[in-house]
């Protein structure tokens, strides 16, 4: 009996050693598109943002997540989102509504520029902030910054941005 548990084991070794583990780096952001925004008085704003990951890990969900806007290095928008659930092994578009407020000192006429047909994202950065937990509870404080809005649209955020967590 001895000898047969010690079979399975090195069976059960070899097998999981020969499989190819998918892991948090393989997850990626493959497209980010405005779909709408609106003015909420006078410095308030909702928007409709969709996001599209790929995740050939295990579902998660974001909580807390928060983001600042800055143009031309100035904090412009300040928004925040309700939890996302990302479903497990899957690529998939989500809808996030996200609330935000215009930043004390910044002039909301500037905001005007990237609804517009000929809208540059040159001089647009972005900071995330949230919190990535398995769906029993286990997570991580994460932190994207910099992002430059221009190279966000479309693109995979671990092609071009250091991630830290905490």
Not at 3 to 23: N, P
Request: charged share 25%; proline share 3%.
């Amino acid at each position: 009996m001895k000898t047969l548990r010690i079979w399975i084991l090195l069976i059960l070794a070899l097998l999981l050693a020969g499989c190819k583990g998918k892991s948090v780096e393989d997850i990626r952001i493959t497209s980010v598109r405005l779909i709408s925004i609106t003015p909420e008085g006078f410095s308030g704003v909702t928007a409709l943002v969709e996001v599209g990951i790929h995740n050939p890990t295990v579902g998660f969900v974001v909580t807390d997540l928060r983001g600042l806007a800055k143009f031309q290095g100035q904090d412009a928008l300040s928004v925040r989102a309700d939890q996302l659930m990302v479903s497990g092994h899957s690529d998939a578009l989500y809808r996030i509504p996200l609330q935000g407020c215009i930043e004390d000192g910044f002039n909301p006429l500037r905001l005007l520029r990237l609804v517009a047909q000929d809208a540059s994202y040159e001089d647009v950065t972005f900071d995330v902030r949230a919190r990535v937990a398995l769906r029993g509870g286990l997570g991580k404080n994460i932190e994207i910054l910099d992002i430059p809005l221009s190279g966000l649209l479309g693109k995979s955020l671990k092609e071009d941005h250091e991630t830290t967590t905490e």
